[in-house]
Each structure stands twice: as structure tokens, then as C-alpha cells.
């Protein structure tokens, strides 16, 4: 018999309450660690012996052509995926592959998709009040209330991603722009220390990718952002730091300049 | 304080209005009017009407797992029937002496299969607390472990409803079983007391309806009560974009687990209190046909409401009793071509139907 059925002073998972993890250990500047990680799907290798590193505070842009692994990558940090091999660390401390997504997302590591996904059927308000860092257990939720500081973090927000206007509306009926920023709201409701943020400006107009520009470059400093864009004119105005993926590792790393003169990145984005 | 309660939900106003006049006035009418009157209500409406409010409860529950969790539950009916047997059991024990058999020991059944001694589960259900807990416990811990290997396990969509149906097939074989100690397919029946009323008498039925009355409005309260909260949000959040909100933090399985157990237990209750007004209670029961029909209520009435649910029930049971008594070879038919209908043209049931009407339907 197992056990933890004996040991009287053992508490099951299921009984315990949300994992309050040691805070961060970001001490040498670096926030993510990415050593030697692959992931293969049925013999594909999505991802192959990728090393990385995203210094703490730093808004470092990721580019590749389609395929290069963008997206795995950030399934792996978020405990979605599985790699076959490899560490992945936050800050010094925190073993991300041994948690799962509401660990990992609880612990200070949040995720904007790709497709924008927002609640529809609830307001923008109500958005922001679920993303909120709050407790999140189950029965701290059936008797929460908001408190004014929350409120005001949320009016904050609100005014911040411009939907002050839309706070009673349903998600569902806003623009794709406004989908968008909501999700960017949703992630800063959070308080993250990294932001893992796919393809912002997908679908919007001129002006509101200079918006979003603004937004992300704001956020430098107080978060690790990581923003996956396939726009390089988006990516040049916000970028310091881009790294180029090419089939599952990392291609070259450097400023906007120097990437855009790098023989390898031509060859890679536009063939022979 | 009363109109803020349930300010911009007169819907809800409404339908707690109208149940709590059913759990006054039919008893006042059955008391007051003489037989004959047209405002008297016999004995046996009175049981009919009782029958309808366990029903409700039992939809009530399943629209928490289904229109707000978004599992479609297809086993609903198990944690019913389970808490209908709970009862049968305290009712059979109140038998005593008065069985077929006048065995002061052992019911009926089990002096037919000639069984020397009580099995231990049925010890303590001689008490009504003992069997009121039971009554929660069992469907309860049932859902508890069924939903967390099924949630953990993250099975959804169409595999989990494969799972619920299978789960009240298999529960319906093993209560036919003479062998289970349950009284086999003959199920537990010929009762007579309830807490020392007699059940046949007409005022323990009028407090059977009133009590069920009572039930409903309380859990459609409490219902109400836990999807305006925050809780409610993350369920709805879930139900849409379940990894999304894994992805904020929360513990998505747990959410699911807590509800999906709070509605076996009103199912349970509803089971309860409607097999001393059927004075019956079989493996029938467990049918998954009976599952299916639950389905089919809240669709009618129109999930993600919570009165619609309601509503839903009342309607096609009244609709059932009706056809039954008129042509009861179309009764499967038409409840297959309502289905048909409310799935095709009225996704959002009946209710869906009104908010739509007065200018309030979301998304």
C-alpha cells in the first residue's frame, strides 16, 4: 500500500491549497533559462537543442519563418508541451518543468496567444477581474470580493489598453484590435514578471500597431517581454535585442541591424 | 433590498415568485376547496406537481454542469437515482414488522432470497439523519471520484459524456442484480412511513410538494447565489476557453470537480424527495434514457439560465403526463422531434428564445 495512505500527517494534493512557490531568484539578471531543449512531435523536431536566455526586464523580439518553433517554444515555458530534453529555469530557483500551466502562470509567467483569446461572453471588466493576481482557489473565488485597490488596478488597466469606454461590454463584441489589447490587459492584470506575447499586432490597423508599440515599450524595465511578430517593421520599432529561430534553435541573436545584414538570416527568409 | 437582489434579473424574481406560490397555494387549494371544486387539487396532483419540482431540481443541477461547466453530463440521472435509493432504504427500514413477511429484522426482499442477516451497508439507515446524509454523501462521493480521475485526466467534450452515460449504464446492471442487496429490478417499494407520517395520508403528500417546493427555491438560490460570483465567472470562462484560463492560473479541474459534485448532491436531494412521492424506487431509474430525458429538459427550457432549466422541466413533464394519458405509443417520438427542434432552431431553448425577445440576449 502506498504510503501516504498510512502517513497520518501526509496532505493530498487535493486538499492543499495553491502552491506558493519560493518568490524568484533573478539575482544574475537572467529570467528564463532555456538550455539545450527538444521537442520532437511523431519524429518532426519542433524544437532542436535550443539554448536561450531572456535577461530580466528586457523586451526581446522572436522571429523565424513558419515552422522555425516559435510557438512550441512558448508552450514549453508555459508547461503546456512537454520537451523530450533539456532544463528550463526561471530565474536561478524555479524548475519550470517540474510545474504545470496554472503553477507556472501563478508563479509569474503569462502568455498572450497568438489568436486573440478573451472571454466573450463576459464584459471587459469581468475579463480583467479574472486575470486579476489574486488568490485562485476555488473557494477563495465563491466568496471574493473586489477591494478597492483591486478596482482601481483594474480602472488603471482599463484606462491603459483604452476600453474605459467598453468596461460594460462583452468581449465578444469588441474589434480585433480591442480583443487584442484586452489580452494584453488580461496579461498585465497578472502583475508578470515575463510576458510571452504571440503575434500582438496581428490584424490591426497602422495606428494601432503604434499604439501597441508604445505599450510593449513601456513595459521594459519592469517586465521580461517576449514578443513573437511576424511584422518586422513592428519588430524594428520596438526591438533592442532580436533572436532568429531556424528549425527548432536558435539561428543568431543581435540588434535589428545586424540581423537584417546577417547572410544566414537572408538565406533563411528567402531561400537560394 | 429584495428588488436589488434581483435588480435586471426579473426573470429570476419571477420564477422564485411563481414557486412559491405553487408550495403555498396547491396545498391551501387541496385543503380549503372541496373535491369537485375546480379549484380543488386531488391528492394525486398534488404528488404529480411534487414529482415536477424534484424533476426541476434535477434539471436545476444538471444546468450547472452543463450550461455553465459545459460538460455534457449524459449520467446525470445516477446521483438522482442514488439518492432516491438512500431514501428507499430509510423507508424500507420504517417497514419494521408490517413487510409481507413480518420479518422484524430483514425487508421483504431479502427474506424472499433467503438472507439470514442485514448486509452491513444497510446498517444506520433506520436513522433519517444517517440516511439525509447519505442522501448527499453517496452521489456526492460518487462525483468526487468520478470527476477526479475524469477532470484530471483532462477528458472533455464528447468522451466525458461517453463516460457519464456508461458510468449509469454500468450502476443500472449492478442494481439488477438480486445479489447487490437492493431488492433487484423490483427496486425497494411498498413503503409506509415517512418520519412517522403515513405516506399515503394527503397531508404528508402536501408536505412532501412543499418541502420539494421549498428545495427547489432554495437551490435555485444558492445556484444563482454561486454563479454570480466570481467562482461563476471562472466556470463560464472555462466552459469557452478552458486552457485560457489554466493559463491565468487557475486550477481549472478543481472548478470543475466542485461543481460537478454540488449538482450530484442537489440530485441526490431531488432523488430523495421524489421517490416517497412515486413510492417507488428501481434500477430503472438508472436507464440512461432517463439521463437523455434531463438533457432534453434543459435544452427545452435553455441552458447557461438556471430558470430555464427549470422551466424546461416542468413543461415537457407536463407535456409527458399529458401525451401518456392520451397516445402514449408517440410520447418517444415527440420528445425526439422536440429535441430535434430546440437543437436546430432554438440553441438557446426557450429562455434563449425570450431574452432575445426583450433585447437581452448576449452572445
Known amino acids: ?272 | 433590498m429584495r428588488l436589488k437582489f434581483f435588480a435586471n434579473d426579473s426573470e429570476s424574481a419571477a420564477i422564485v415568485a411563481v414557486l412559491a406560490a405553487v408550495t403555498l397555494i396547491i396545498p391551501l387549494c387541496n385543503l380549503i376547496f372541496p373535491p369537485g371544486s375546480p379549484l380543488y387539487f386531488s391528492a394525486y396532483s398534488v404528488s404529480l406537481i411534487g414529482k415536477y419540482l424534484t424533476f426541476a431540481l434535477l434539471a436545476l443541477s444538471l444546468d450547472l454542469v452543463w450550461g455553465y461547466c459545459g460538460i455534457l453530463a449524459l449520467g446525470q440521472g445516477a446521483f438522482f437515482t442514488l439518492g432516491g435509493y438512500a431514501m428507499g432504504m430509510y423507508l424500507m427500514r420504517q417497514i419494521g414488522t408490517r413487510g409481507v413477511y413480518g420479518d422484524p429484522l430483514l425487508p421483504d426482499f431479502m427474506v424472499f432470497l433467503d438472507w439470514q442477516v442485514l448486509p452491513w451497508y444497510w446498517l444506520g439507515f433506520d436513522y433519517f439523519p444517517f440516511a439525509l446524509l447519505m442522501m448527499l454523501a453517496v452521489p456526492a462521493l460518487l462525483a468526487f471520484v468520478f470527476g477526479w480521475l475524469a477532470f484530471r485526466s483532462r477528458v472533455t467534450g464528447v468522451y466525458l459524456s461517453i463516460i457519464t452515460q456508461a458510468l449509469t449504464y454500468a450502476l443500472m446492471l449492478a442494481f439488477f442484480r438480486n445479489e447487490m442487496g437492493f431488492g433487484g429490478n423490483n427496486g425497494l417499494t411498498d413503503f409506509k412511513e415517512l418520519l412517522g407520517f403515513n405516506l399515503q395520508a394527503d397531508s404528508t403528500r402536501i408536505m412532501l410538494l412543499m418541502s420539494s417546493g421549498t428545495a427547489l427555491i432554495a437551490a435555485f438560490l444558492a445556484c444563482r447565489r454561486l454563479m454570480q460570483s466570481k467562482l461563476g465567472r471562472v466556470v463560464t470562462a472555462l466552459r469557452d476557453q478552458e486552457s485560457r484560463v489554466r493559463f491565468l492560473g487557475y486550477r481549472v479541474e478543481m472548478f470543475k470537480l466542485w461543481v460537478f459534485v454540488f449538482a450530484a448532491m442537489l440530485a441526490g436531494i431531488a432523488g430523495a424527495l421524489y421517490v416517497p412521492q412515486v413510492g417507488i424506487i428501481n434500477p430503472g431509474e438508472f436507464s440512461p434514457l432517463n439521463s437523455l430525458e434531463i438533457v432534453v429538459w434543459v435544452a427545452v427550457g435553455g441552458r447557461g439560465t438556471l430558470y430555464g432549466a427549470i422551466i424546461g422541466a416542468i413543461l415537457v413533464n407536463y407535456g409527458k403526463t399529458v401525451l401518456t394519458g392520451l397516445l402514449p405509443e408517440i410520447w418517444l417520438f415527440t420528445l425526439g422531434a422536440v429535441f430535434i427542434v430546440v437543437t436546430v432552431m432554438l440553441p438557446d431553448g426557450l429562455m434563449g428564445l425570450w431574452l432575445r425577445k426583450t433585447g437581452r440576449a448576449g452572445l
Request: a negative charge.
Open chain 1, 1 to 272: 500500500m502506498n504510503n501516504a495512505f498510512i502517513d497520518r500527517y501526509h496532505t493530498f494534493d487535493f486538499v492543499r491549497g495553491p502552491v506558493v512557490s519560493a518568490p524568484v531568484d533573478v539575482k544574475h539578471g537572467v529570467a528564463l533559462y532555456l538550455e539545450e531543449v527538444s521537442v520532437s512531435f511523431d519524429g518532426f523536431k519542433a524544437l532542436n537543442n535550443l539554448s536561450l536566455y531572456i535577461n530580466d526586464g528586457e523586451l526581446r523580439c522572436l522571429i523565424g519563418p513558419n515552422g522555425a518553433g516559435k510557438t512550441t517554444l512558448m508552450d514549453v515555458i508555459t508547461g503546456k508541451t512537454r520537451p523530450d530534453s533539456g532544463s528550463v529555469y526561471y530565474g536561478q530557483n524555479i524548475d519550470l518543468l517540474a510545474m504545470d500551466e496554472p503553477a507556472i502562470a501563478q508563479a509569474g509567467i503569462c502568455r498572450k496567444f497568438q489568436k486573440p483569446s478573451v472571454f466573450d461572453k463576459l464584459s471587459v471588466f469581468e475579463n480583467l477581474e479574472l486575470a486579476m493576481n489574486a488568490e485562485k482557489g476555488a473557494w477563495t473565488t465563491l466568496f471574493a470580493e473586489l477591494s478597492g485597490p483591486q478596482r482601481d488596478r483594474i480602472d488603471e488597466v482599463l484606462d491603459l489598453i483604452d476600453l474605459s469606454l467598453h468596461r460594460r461590454q462583452q468581449a465578444g463584441f469588441l474589434s480585433h484590435g480591442q480583443k487584442q489589447w484586452l489580452e494584453i490587459g488580461i496579461l498585465l492584470m497578472q502583475e508578470p514578471k515575463v510576458m510571452l506575447v504571440d503575434e500582438p499586432v496581428a490584424g490591426m490597423t497602422h495606428q494601432e500597431v503604434e499604439r501597441t508599440a508604445e505599450l510593449l515599450l513601456s513595459l521594459r524595465g519592469r517586465h521580461s517581454v517576449v514578443v513573437v511578430e511576424h511584422d518586422m517593421e513592428f519588430v524594428r520599432s520596438i526591438a533592442h535585442k532580436v533572436t532568429v529561430l531556424h528549425e527548432g534553435s536558435v539561428l543568431t541573436e543581435g540588434t535589428m541591424d545586424e540581423i537584417q545584414n546577417d547572410p544566414r538570416v537572408i538565406q533563411v527568409y528567402l531561400g537560394d
